[in-house]
């Protein structure tokens, strides 16, 4: 039942304006008593001052008994209400107007009728009820004088039994009913009001609720459909609750989004790896096992080839491992990379003297065309030289010989220009858009026995020095690689 917060929030209304409704009702009839009591002595303050004015009540220090009899007649008839007591001049009770055995006082305290008869403003003045030993009422009171002395004092009790109980007062006051009839449908009224205010004042909390729930029913892959009439301008605490449930929801779907991605890349990747890897690991199995079991049937010419395949192979398998696990660790968030200022031609020298060999055997000349004004490059030298070994050994790769491997470098806008290019046989245009493609089939580029990941790997580390590198190629002419390297600010040795 209270599982909505309108639910609470109504049910703590209803409490209170239950409280309230009490408190107004007990409040009232307490203030109507006070005013009925107020009035009535207001309204009597000098009855007793009148009777007592025209009847002698009392001779010789005794009790005139036709005369007080004739008093109590009047007021019975005038006001069936009203008790009249005869008071000794020290509060005794002398006579009185109520019906035997009612009376339990034999006195009553004169100080509220002193201050009565001082003129105290503060009413009502309420004194000892003869009837009660406990209970106060409002009277009126005049001094019996005799010869300018106080013998005594007329005490009448302004209101009975009838008006001391709510149910009496309520059943003899149509005003009092009718008031708080008033009230009370005040109350229903403003609770009612209320009410529908706190349902339309929590109207967008419960629409934010029911898209949280159908924002969770999607498995957070969908964004929460918040209505229209959901307006985040306001500014208030539920719309910037709302605004923040927003960009928290488009942060999950993007990010649940990318890890789906990322996961369904992996998977392909894991699997062109794979064929990528069985391939050469399956030819180079095959001449093996072929060596193994036709070694007396084979020429040794044959043996040779075969063992030059299976080399072959193997040394793709291992630029492939090479290529996964640098892929591996330039992709790790722990990668750091160390920016030095170095001399782009003396690594590049250096570099080339490595593959010297190589070259030298297919008859491909190296070639290094970089000016004097080239600064400083401001770089990872260690990362940088990797871009160069593996640029230089895809083009030796390539070229067919007497061919050509150049590196050049020149200055463009504060950064280092840098071209490797060969004149190789080139790359058809649909392989060059794949070119750093990590799910691309890598043995359907440039041949199928020359697939690597040494490209990817040039890209990641040219990517981490926030660079880019670019490829031009023609069938037959060549391929050529552009990529810049920082400049170094200071002053070059």
């Known amino acids: 039942m209270f599982k909505y917060l309108y639910t609470k ?16 009702i007990l409040l009232t009839l307490y203030t109507t008593r006070l005013y009925f009591q107020e009035v009535n002595q207001k309204l009597n303050l000098i009855l007793a001052q009148h009777l007592v004015s ?10 005139d008994e036709s005369a007080l009899q004739n008093i109590f007649h ?16 020290d509060g005794t009770i002398l006579a009185y107007s109520a ?17 009565l008869l001082n003129g105290i403003p503060a009413m009502p003045v309420r004194g000892d009820d003869p009837r009660d030993l406990e209970k106060k009422k409002v009277f009126s009171a005049a001094p019996i004088l005799l010869d300018g002395r106080t013998v005594g004092y007329l005490y009448i009790i302004l209101g009975s039994e009838q008006f001391e109980t709510a149910a009496g007062m309520l059943q003899r006051s149509y005003i009092l009913r009718l008031s708080l009839w008033a009230g009370a449908g005040g109350l229903l009224f403003a609770l009612l009001a209320a009410l529908l205010l706190f349902k339309r004042m929590t109207l967008r909390l419960r629409l934010l609720t029911s898209s949280m729930e159908m924002f969770r029913g999607s498995d957070f892959t969908e964004h929460p459909p918040l209505p229209a009439k959901f307006a985040v301008r306001r500014g208030d605490e539920i719309d910037k609750i709302g605004t923040i449930f927003l960009q928290m929801a488009e ?11 990322a996961d369904l890349h992996r998977r392909e990747i894991v699997a062109n790896i794979t064929h990528d890897l069985r391939t050469p690991l399956t030819s180079l199995q095959g001449y093996l096992e072929t ?6 049937a084979l020429t040794p010419e044959d043996q040779r080839q075969y063992l030059t395949i299976a080399l072959k192979r193997s040394d793709q398998l291992r630029r492939l491992v090479t290529g996964l696990f640098e892929l591996a660790k330039l992709d790790s968030p722990d990668i750091q990379v160390r920016f030095e200022p170095f001399h782009l031609h003396e690594l590049i020298q250096d570099i080339l003297q490595q593959f010297h060999l190589a070259a030298e055997d297919k008859k491909i000349a190296l070639r290094m065309n970089i000016p004097d004004d080239v600064p400083l490059a401001f770089a990872d030298i260690e990362l940088t030289e990797r871009v160069f070994e593996n640029l230089i050994d895809n083009a030796i790769r390539h070229t067919p010989g007497s061919g050509a491997v150049t590196i ?23 392989d060059l858009a794949h070119l750093f493609d990590r799910n691309y089939r890598r043995e359907r580029i440039r041949g199928g026995d020359r697939a690597g990941l040494g490209l990817i790997v040039v890209k990641r580390i040219l990517e981490l020095h926030h660079s880019t590198i670019n490829v031009s190629s023609e069938i037959n002419a060549g391929v050529t690689f552009t990529f810049f390297l920082p400049a170094y600010r200071g002053t070059s040795s």
Not at 9 to 24: C, E, I, K, R, S
Not at 291 to 296: E, G, T, Y
Not at 415 to 426: P, Q
């Open 9 to 24: 929030l109504a049910a703590v209304l209803l409490g209170l304006f239950l409280v309230m409704g009490v408190l107004y």
């Open 54 to 63: 025209e009847k002698i009540l009392l001779k010789n220090g005794k009790v």
């Open 74 to 89: 009047m007021l019975m008839v005038v006001n069936p209400v009203i008790e009249v007591y005869l008071l000794g001049p």
């Open 99 to 115: 019906p035997p055995g009612k009376v339990k006082r034999h006195s009553v305290s004169l100080e509220p009728v002193r201050q």
């Open 251 to 261: 942060r999950m779907v993007r990010l649940i989004k990318d890890m789906t991605d």
């Open 291 to 296: 060596l193994l079991m036709k070694a007396d």
């Open 408 to 430: 050049s470098a020149t200055l463009t806008e504060a950064r280092i220009k840098v071209t490797v290019s060969d004149t190789g046989s080139g790359m058809a245009p649909e």
